[in-house]
Structures are given as C-alpha cells and as structure tokens.
C-alpha cells in the first residue's frame, strides 16, 4: 500500500482528514503537507514537510521517494480571500491542480481528491434542491475556479484515465481548527464569539439560508467515496452533497438554547453578496444511488457538540 499525502494539510478540513486517514491507515502510511513551515499540534505526530503545491519539481520528488499512491489536494485560497487576491487564487487554485493532474496522468499516482464547492453555482442557479447538473455561472474568483477545476478533472479522467474524485462541499463547521476565509465561516466564528464574547454581529443577513455540514460527515464522506468502486462512479466532475441547510437567525435560536444570554446582530457586508448567488440547498441524489451518502449530523446535533467542545478549549485555555 503506498503513503497517502495530504497538500494543504494544516487548513479547516486537512487537519481533520489527516487524522482520519491516520485511524484508517496508519500514522506511517500518512503524509501531511503545507506552505507552513510547521503542522498543527492536532497532527503532529504525523510525517510532515513544507510544500508549495506551485513547485512541481518539489511535489514530483516528494511523490516518487515517498511511494505516494494517493493525493488529497486542499491547498487554496477560500471565497472571500480570493476576492482580495483575485490573481494569487487563480494561480493557486488552478496551477497546484494542474500540477496534481499530471502526475496522476504520467502514472506516478493512482488516486487524486480534489474538493470542489456550492461557489461554483451562481445567481442563475436553481436556490432549492440544486441539481447535480445545471446552469454554473459563479460570480466570483473562488467558484470559477473550482468550476474550471472540475471541468479539468473530468477532462483528465475521460483522455487521459485519470482516477480523479471530488465532492462539492457546502459550508463546513468544526470546533477542531480555525475559520479559513470562507463566506460559510460564519457558521464556525459564531460558536467562537458565542463562547468567549457573548455576542456575534453577523456578516450575512439574517435569512440568508446556505447548505451546511458538519465536519465529520465531510471527512467521511470524502473517505467513503476515495473508497468507492471506480466503476460504480457515474460524476467525475463533482459530486454534491448534503448535510443541512441553515440562516444566521435560526443557528442564532440554536446556541440561544444553551447560552441563553447570547446576542446576535446583523452587519451585512461583501460576503452577503456572495452568499447570495449560493444555493440554499442541493440535491444529493446521485452520490446516495452511487456511492451510498447519508449525513448523520443535523443543527440541534452539531450545535452541541460545537459549543460542548469549544468551553472545553476554553477552560483549557
């Protein structure tokens, strides 16, 4: 079995896949990278190097020593920092890919993940139950990205045979690593400032509904689908999924119910924007029938454990 490698390793979801792909593979199976020069406590133990995913000639070399068989590409500039750094974020996003592709294409890997995003609907996207395929006009650097991203990987996949999977994810909440410059991260920095200020001022409106997940259905749906059939995989693009769907106001009504004394505001600026050209929800129907997706966390669900973990690190602290 070769090393799997993780590129972007010290971010919202590598932390929490690394220590996933530990637990099922073993801690000598697992590489973790980043452009940081050190890994987070939470991954330590793990083998680490500093990589910039734009350096080929570092990337091929790491692959062939370290008998590589997969990679997890996460390194990326997130929405609304890609905003501010309009070409840094294309250069990242779409080079790094590009980078990764072609070593799955010359056979120096088997397997690539690579996450796509709800950003890569827009504003002429259906809001409610958005199908797997349908009008894709994002409005913003991050989603073209990643829409470009995942015509690249069912590009590569169809000429060139490439082993190429990823998922779509919507916002992501974990209490295990720090928001990421996403428009979603709302819904991380909220249970923060809950905690530690008692009072959070939004920065999207109050209704505002995105799709949500909590960040163990999304590590586990990204291990289940890594290790799906490749024959049973009818999306090569990008799969959406599924977790719940939320506003502002209603996670504020939730963590009311175990902070009763927390306030929360509305100061809406850019990212509201963006949030609005998003789906409110997506349909998910093709990874349920393909590879068997169910989530397993609701907002009552992971409301809790977010504010049950986090006094924890508090007290800690």
């Known amino acids: 079995m070769g090393k799997k490698l993780v590129i972007g390793s010290s ?7 690394i220590l996933d792909l530990v637990n099922n593979f073993g801690v000598n199976n697992v590489i973790a990278t ?17 990589l910039d995913v734009l350096d080929a000639d570092k990337l091929f070399k790491l692959v062939k020593e370290h008998d590589v068989d997969e990679v997890y590409l996460l390194a990326a500039l997130l929405s609304a920092t890609a905003e501010k750094k309009v070409q840094p974020a294309w250069n990242l996003n779409m080079n790094g890919l590009f980078n ?20 890569i609907f827009g504003a002429s996207s259906p809001k409610v139950m958005t199908p797997q395929r349908t009008i894709t006009e994002p409005s913003t650097v991050y989603g073209i990205s990643k829409l470009a991203g995942e015509r690249w990987c ?10 190429v ?17 996403g428009t979603t991260d709302y819904a991380v920095d909220i249970f923060h400032q809950a905690i530690n200020k008692g009072i959070y001022s939004s920065f999207l409106a109050q209704d505002v509904r995105l ?28 799969y959406n999924v599924s977790g719940m769907s939320f506003t502002p106001n209603e996670i504020g009504v939730e963590i009311q119910k175990h902070l009763p004394n927390f306030k929360l505001d509305f100061n809406p ?10 789906p409110q929800s997506v349909d998910d129907t093709l990874a349920k029938n393909d590879w068997n997706w169910r989530p397993k966390f609701d907002l009552e669900a992971t409301s809790s454990i977010m504010l049950k973990e986090l006094s924890k690190q ?3 602290n």
Do not use: C
């Open 211 to 238: 799709p949500m997940m909590y960040m163990d259905d999304a590590i586990r749906a990204t291990r289940e689908l890594m290790q799906t059939d490749k024959n049973n995989l009818t999306i090569r693009s990008s």
């Open 154 to 163: 069912e590009y590569y996949h169809n000429n060139y045979g490439v082993d």
């Open 11 to 17: 971010g919202q979801i590598g932390t929490e896949l």
């Open 34 to 50: 980043d452009i940081k020069t050190t890994p987070p406590d939470v991954i330590k133990e793990v083998t680490f190097f500093t």
């Open 314 to 316: 508090t007290v800690i």
């Open 269 to 278: 600026d850019f990212r509201n924007k963006i949030a609005l050209t998003w």
């Open 165 to 181: 999977r990823s998922i779509r994810y919507p916002g992501l909440i974990s209490y295990k690593s720090e928001p990421g410059g």
């Open 100 to 119: 990764v592709l072609d070593l799955a294409k010359e056979g120096h890997v088997k397997k690539v993940f690579w996450p796509s995003s709800i950003a």
